[in-house]
């Protein structure tokens, strides 16, 4: 039997797992995050899986087949989290996958395949800028120049991963052979508003889309505030916020753009200081490639220019780039048939926010399950979601695992 109050429970006992007092804040290779790894491996095991720690820090759980060593059917999300997050983002699917497990198990029941859940360990790409790490290391496709991207403090992730116990060398065991994993399947809150405007508990994802990030630096000359004339300066900080607006143009024009700039840190940062430096990014995305693509080059170089005008120096560093990555329709085909049978009409939507299948598209196909939340919010605390729209998720995840036919190759 399914238990959406321990679905509830589950994300609310891992929420509290937060380097962020009164709030959710859990970054890749944290102490809360191994805090947090160590309940999802209870959870697993007391599910039936056997679960372990993998070689890039993701939480693994396994349910055999009906013989041991089958081809699995994976499951899961995340358990990083952004700053001041929500609850729901990421561990939803995890706690989900785990109640579906756990009910198979209940019932003595076993499939013509395993069931693999995963807790990836870095989705969200917080701490080390780039994302998809624990996704990236099972599809195979981690890059070892990854190990040298810093953290604000300057740790790279090579000594992150030391003082958390991985052998950084080691990250290539993470990886799965292709084959082994028939279809990676995401149940995740939708992030959006479209299903709870059409009175929708669930819906079937049919494309993540692509999304660049770049780090981007400006810069100028720090000099004082109350004697360096207006025409004289290179104010950093005056350049980037016209980049910021630059993107807020572009985007702006584009039904199927957007662009943001999330994080923006001003040098020294002195109230009596002109800014000398200016450290900030940028995340584009866009069900088009070409659209995205195309809008990243003109904004590198509206930048460039603007830069270029004001006297300052421009650089911009690629953190990320993913392209469009189309759900398989085999599965979306399984995952509607699941939502039918539980009497909801199957709305098909695209997924703005990106997510691990990003990640494991190189490894398998992949499918995804949106769940409602309120008001569409999300990346904030006040995210929400409702134990009856948990429980639909979870059931009607568990009727697709059920009935899940791997795709005859
Ligand atoms: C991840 O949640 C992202 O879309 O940024
Ligand atoms: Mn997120
Ligand atoms: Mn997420």
């Not at 396994?62 to 013989?67: L, S």
């Not at 116990?165 to 290539?172: H, S, V």
Request: glycine share 10%; net charge negative.
């Amino acid at each position: 039997m399914l238990d959406p109050s321990r679905i509830m429970q589950r994300c609310g006992a891992l929420s509290r797992h937060s380097e962020l007092s009164g709030g959710l804040t859990r970054v890749y290779l944290s102490s809360e995050q191994a805090a947090a790894n160590e309940l999802v491996l209870g959870w697993m095991r007391e599910a039936g899986m056997q679960a372990w720690l993998d070689a890039i820090g993701n939480v693994i759980g396994r349910y055999e087949g009906e013989q041991p060593g089958l081809p699995c059917l994976m499951l899961g999300s995340h358990l990083d989290t952004v700053r001041d997050a929500g609850k729901y983002d990421g561990m939803l699917g995890v706690v989900a996958a785990i109640e579906c497990v756990h009910a198979l198990h209940a019932a003595g029941k076993r499939l013509p395949f395993a069931i693999e859940v995963a807790g990836f360990a870095d989705e969200e790409g917080v701490r080390f800028g780039s994302t998809l790490l624990g996704s990236r290391a099972v599809a195979g496709t981690f890059r070892r120049d990854s190990l040298d991207a810093t953290d604000k403090n300057g740790i790279t992730l090579a000594e992150a991963m030391h003082s958390y116990g991985l052998d950084p060398t080691r990250f290539g065991e993470a990886a799965r052979p292709k084959g082994s994993v028939l279809a990676y399947v995401e149940l995740h809150i939708e992030q959006g508003p479209v299903l709870e405007a059409e009175g929708l508990s669930v819906g079937v994802v049919t494309a993540i889309n692509g999304a660049t990030r770049y780090a981007l630096e400006i810069e100028g000359l720090a000099g004082h505030a109350g004697t360096v004339p207006m025409p004289l300066r290179q104010d950093a900080l005056a350049a980037a916020a016209e980049c910021v607006l630059a993107v807020e143009a572009r985007c702006g024009r584009e039904p199927d753009l957007v662009g943001t700039v999330g994080k923006l840190e001003t040098l020294p940062g002195a109230v009596n200081v002109i800014p000398g430096r200016v450290r900030f990014t940028l995340d584009l995305r866009s069900p088009s490639d070409t659209l995205r693509e195309a809008a990243v080059a003109d904004l590198l170089a509206d930048m460039g220019r603007v830069c270029l005008r004001r006297k300052v120096v421009f650089r911009a560093q690629k953190m990320h780039d993913e392209r469009v990555a189309v759900c398989a329709p085999w599965l979306m085909e399984q995952i509607g048939a699941a939502i039918a049978a539980e009497g909801i009409s199957v709305r098909r939507l695209p997924s703005g926010a990106g997510h691990d299948g990003m990640a494991m598209i190189e490894l398998c196909d992949i499918g995804m399950l949106f769940v409602r939340c309120a008001k569409g919010i999300s990346h904030n605390p006040a995210e929400a979601i409702t134990a009856i729209d948990a429980e639909t998720g979870a059931r009607v995840l568990l009727r697709f695992i059920e009935n899940f036919q791997a795709r005859k190759r």
